[in-house]
């Protein structure tokens, strides 16, 4: 399963349900499933483990209005994540990695 690592708070604010939108300074062709996992740093727990699955349906240039779904300030130099449909799972540790990664997904436990 395709997976991408962020930090902390960010991963669980989308967990919660609170962050809808992702930003990176970067964009990807890929669309479809994504694992959510919380990095090593900063150590807000659960650091390093998988949280939960989410959508990735688009990606375009960030939005002023886009703040309070992104849980972060404004940047026209920033890609606007759009995800949807998040199922939380038990969390499984994962050794995260920069940009979209692959892990294995009998990791993974609903």
């Known amino acids: 399963m395709k997976a ?26 890929y669309r479809g499933d994504l694992l959510i996992c919380s990095s090593q740093n900063p150590k807000i727990e659960p650091a390093g483990f ?13 939005k002023k209005s886009d703040e309070k779904a992104a849980c972060f300030k404004y940047s026209p130099k920033l890609y606007a994540w759009l995800i949807r449909n998040l199922r939380v799972i038990k969390p499984f540790p994962v050794k995260g990695q920069l940009n979209i990664y692959e892990v294995d997904n009998h990791s993974k436990s609903a």
């Open 4 to 29: 991408i690592s962020l930090k902390q708070p960010y991963a669980n604010l989308i967990r919660d349900g609170i962050k809808t939108i992702e930003t990176r300074k970067w964009k990807t062709n």
């Open 50 to 62: 998988a949280l939960c699955i989410v959508n990735l349906y688009d990606i375009r240039r960030m």
